[in-house]
């Protein structure tokens, strides 16, 4: 049974953010004293009094509004409350009751579902300020006093929650998930791919780069496996982050990298590789993370008989750092190829938890020392005692020697090679270490 879901919906720059922050207990939402900054659903999750669910961070709701971006902000939080079990409506006592705030409560009590209205602000201790009592107006309830800063009255906002869930099923959550993480320069299509991966307008999309923000993560099950999807913010040259959100941002996407397994990196297939695209891809390389290259657009680019080799050898030649990473080319808007993806996405994502027995490791060492001689220098050769693996994601292998200077890096290249020609490995990069006789194996 999938987690219970609290979405926070407010007016913007009520403090939804820091709220949704000091319930997670991480930054994971971006906070700015800028109304707009949250624009798309951004999921944590929580524990209170023994019941795990999801809080999801909306954009603040714009009621009435010609904004293109507030419409679909707007949009989002309205998504949010269908899907959610939950609505904890924050408002801002400093402010006051606004008419926006009105608007607001008039849709959630449309949308028939439990409402706790939180009172954000009440940063102080002792009598109630008299502005707290305007909101009863709204005819949600009683409010209850909330310092999203300080942490005042989240324990009585959630016991509401937690109190209108819905009866918790007994059968463990499985955990059987591969966490993809989507990942690429501004406008190469990350939303709409995931909006078409998900079937439904998961994300906001605009031709206007930039308009994801933060990390978002999608859950989604099909008949290839149950998935985890992050589509992130395009990641710009750190010389173009010229303000703070979007350094958030950046910091959101790297670390959307750090907690996936498979990384899929989109570049355009009309442009090609560039200097950002080859940036973003080595911090998945760095990261040892499985990553396949998807080139999206594809139902953009004037074909010929040999297009999609020519690409193939360019993307190649300019990502030479990552030959093992599977190569896809399709259209997120048509949707071609794009159920190629769950196949290829377990294959690599299996392949970087390989485990190889020592036994057959040594197999392998014995068979290519034996067809290329270990090197030599000054008269001294190489002498390869035994390999064995010590970790996954990515495979790690520690190879003993008896003296790690005359260890080559082309040999090193060459004994990789060996173990992937016999385990193949697609899709995921390998660390090897050396180590000299003497050296302890940890």
């Known amino acids: 049974m999938a987690l219970p879901v609290v979405a926070i919906v407010g007016r913007p720059n009520v403090g939804k953010s820091m ?5 997670t207990g991480q930054r994971t939402a971006i906070v700015e004293d800028t109304p707009g900054v949250t624009r798309d659903r951004i999921y944590g999750k929580c524990e209170w009094n023994g019941r795990e669910f999801q809080i999801v961070d909306t954009g ?14 707007r949009r989002q939080a309205e998504i949010a409350i269908e899907t959610a079990n939950v609505i904890v409506m924050v408002t801002d006592v400093k402010v006051g009751m606004t008419a926006a705030d009105q608007e607001v ?9 439990p409402v706790c209205l939180a009172v954000n602000k009440c940063d102080s201790i002792g009598a109630t300020t008299p502005e707290f009592y305007e909101f009863y107006a709204l005819g949600l309830g009683d409010p209850i006093e909330v310092s999203a800063i300080h942490g005042h009255g989240t324990g009585d906002l959630l016991d509401f929650c937690v109190e209108h ?51 978002i993560d999608s859950y989604f099950e099909n008949e290839f496996g149950k998935y985890c999807f992050i589509d992130t913010a395009g990641m710009r040259r750190k010389s173009k982050v010229d303000d703070a959100i979007e350094k958030y941002s950046n910091m959101r996407s790297i670390s959307a990298i750090d907690r996936s397994d498979v990384c899929l990196i989109l570049i355009d297939a009309n442009e090609g590789v560039t200097d950002q695209d080859t940036k973003i891809a080595g911090l998945a390389h760095e990261a040892g993370k499985a990553c396949i290259i998807v080139a999206n657009k594809w139902d953009t680019v004037e ?3 040999k297009t999609m080799d020519e690409k193939t050898a360019a993307i190649r030649e300019d990502l030479g750092y990552m030959p093992y990473a599977p190569i896809v080319f399709l259209s997120a808007l048509t949707g071609q190829r794009v159920g190629k993806l769950f196949e290829i996405i377990n294959v690599v994502a299996n392949n970087a938890a390989m485990r190889i027995t020592t036994g057959m490791l040594n197999n392998i060492l014995a068979d290519a020392t034996a067809r290329v001689q270990p090197p030599t220098d000054k008269g001294r050769r190489l002498k ?13 292998f520690i190879i003993f020697c008896n003296d790690a200077r005359l260890f080559h890096f082309s ?3 060459y004994l990789e090679n060996q173990i992937r020609a016999v385990f193949g490995l697609e899709g995921t990069p390998i660390r090897i270490t050396i180590r000299q006789k003497g050296d302890k194996e940890d």
């Open 19 to 23: 709220l949704f922050n000091k319930l």
């Open 60 to 73: 603040g709701i714009e009621p009435s509004t010609r904004s293109e971006m507030l419409q679909f902000m």
């Open 105 to 113: 409560a008039n849709m959630l009590l449309r949308s028939k579902k």
């Open 165 to 215: 869930f819905p009866p918790e099923d007994e059968e463990p959550e499985d955990e059987d998930i591969i966490r993809v993480a989507i990942v690429g320069k501004p406008n190469v299509g990350k939303s709409s791919l995931l909006n078409r991966i998900l079937g439904m307008e998961r994300v906001i999309v605009s031709d206007v780069a930039g308009t994801t923000r933060d990390a």
């Open 303 to 305: 074909k010929e008989t």
């Open 384 to 396: 390869i005692y035994y390999m064995t693996q010590v970790d996954v994601k990515p495979p790690h």
């Open 411 to 413: 040999y090193q290249r």
